[in-house]
């Protein structure tokens, strides 16, 4: 198929030059209706914001231009089916584990997963058994599962009804995936991936091989993050028997917008021909541009550069993440997250000859770490190996149960009731129905200290957690 094309973006674009009379929704009518504030950033876009009239299909029952422009997002990733997704990959994991997961299935899940898979095991009321990831000496953070504890894993539960997966971690960080995804389908246990941050990898030899490539059943993408997409744009990928396409499509469709968005629909339309007409010209424009933006800042003293696996995330360690973050923002450099010994840069898929800002942000970044603390030697480690382990109340003992805030320094035993989740990355520190351990404590004291941004944790201003109060363990 020809990946230049973008079938919906071309039709949106038709429709609004062609100067229509709106008489539906949305209530701007075309851009015509807007407040005078808005105008100069918002009357072109909402040109391209209509709905499910004559000729632009329909999200969820698609038959023209959105089937086509999902027809050539399939054909990309060489799936049985991909899908465009409006609200975010967080909507995907929902739709890929409630359609793979029944009430009280065991599930084997990676400790370190998104919020949102968590979310969804408890909407499915399955029954999670976590696995601990290897801990990265380097970045001090967790990384992947390794293929003998997910092998432990499935000799404990071989009834486990699926594998829930994080490729890569949010630094870029990949692992022996081909042969877990083996392992687990000898067992016939489907593979559900959330590959958030892996949406580019199909980009060329540069980077890790897609957990689509790799074989996975289900993969989700946030499209948004490193591809010129909208935020909240995201792909499904599926090509298995192993999870009925009927009930994830009726998953998709209850719980997305019935009133999808067209510009991040376009967006994604437009993403898609930007990675499927990416060619060896491009990568090797990529490579070097990136390359000489690394090789600017690796033989600064006070920072260390890192070197992940995907060449698009860029890690700079020193003494503090939170404070060169907020040393950075200063200068005008936004970076995606900070945590106590690192910072993260996303940076750009560009294509041949794209201008972009490398060069200034690497002279601001020299100027910026100039007059820092010298990083320490070796990042103190901050990780708790919690094994292979289980809830100590199911989701269904939970419901109604009453639960109090006491103080963090006399929570080890007891059942935590709430999820503790420093954002970015995302990764809960503590889950309801898990048991609290010192080593929790000990790691939400930490950062709390070091003033890192946690959600949930309604009580944590106050030194306090909250825990149900018919549970001690």
């Known amino acids: 198929m020809d990946q230049s094309k973008t079938p919906l973006y071309s039709r949106l674009v038709g429709h609004a030059e062609g100067e229509p009379l709106s008489f539906h929704v949305p209530g701007h009518k075309n851009g015509t209706v807007i407040s005078e504030k808005g105008q100069s950033f918002f009357k072109d876009i909402l040109k391209l914001d209509a709905t499910e009239i004559t000729g632009l299909d329909d999200f969820h029952t698609p038959e023209g231009v959105i089937l086509e422009a999902e027809e050539l997002l399939t054909d990309l990733y060489k799936t049985e089916k991909s899908f465009f997704l409006v609200n975010g990959s967080t909507i995907g994991n929902l739709a890929m584990i409630l359609a793979a997961v029944n009430e009280d299935d065991v599930v084997l899940v990676q400790r370190n997963s998104h919020k949102s898979i968590m979310n969804a095991l408890r909407l499915a009321k399955a029954r999670p058994v976590f696995i601990s990831p290897e801990y990265h000496e380097d970045y001090a953070v967790a990384a992947g599962l390794s293929l003998e504890a997910v092998e432990s894993a499935i000799q404990q539960y071989p009834g486990a009804k699926a594998l829930i997966l994080t490729y890569p971690n949010y630094y870029g960080l990949t692992y022996d995936l081909k042969s877990i995804i083996d392992l687990a389908h000898r067992y016939q246990i489907p593979v559900l991936v959330d590959e958030a941050h892996g949406v580019h990898f199909i980009a060329g030899d540069y980077f890790p091989k897609s957990a689509v490539e790799l074989g996975a059943d289900l993969v989700v993408q946030s499209a948004h993050k490193t591809l010129p997409a909208m935020t909240m744009g995201a792909f499904l990928h599926f090509q298995t028997e192993r999870v009925a396409m009927s009930k994830l499509e009726f998953y998709l469709q209850a719980l997305q917008s019935s009133s999808p968005s067209y510009p991040l629909m376009a967006s994604l339309d437009l993403a898609r021909s930007y990675l499927g007409t990416y060619n ?194």
């Open 280 to 473: 060896q010209a491009d990568l090797t424009y990529l490579k070097a541009e990136l390359q000489k933006f690394r090789v600017s800042l690796e033989h600064l003293e006070t920072i260390r550069i890192l070197s992940g696996d995907d060449p698009l995330k860029l890690t700079i360690q020193s003494w503090s993440g939170f404070e060169l973050q907020t040393r950075l923002e200063a200068k005008g450099i936004f970076t995606e997250l900070a945590d106590p010994h690192n910072v993260l840069l996303v940076l750009p898929l560009l294509k041949k000859n794209m201008a972009h800002y490398l060069q200034e942000a690497a002279d601001k970044i020299k100027k910026v770490v100039s007059n820092i603390p010298r990083r320490v030697s070796h990042p103190e480690s901050k990780l708790t190996d919690k094994g292979i382990s289980t809830l100590a109340a199911s989701y269904k003992e939970m419901e109604n149960q009453l639960c109090e805030p006491i103080p963090l320094e006399e929570a080890a035993g007891r059942v935590c009731a709430e999820q503790i989740i420093p954002y970015p990355p995302g990764i809960p520190i503590c889950l309801p129905g898990e048991c609290i351990t010192e080593e929790d404590i000990q790691m939400i004291l930490y950062l709390i200290r070091k003033e890192a941004k946690i959600q949930g944790g309604e009580y944590l201003h106050a030194g306090k957690i909250k825990v149900f109060q018919s549970w001690r363990i």
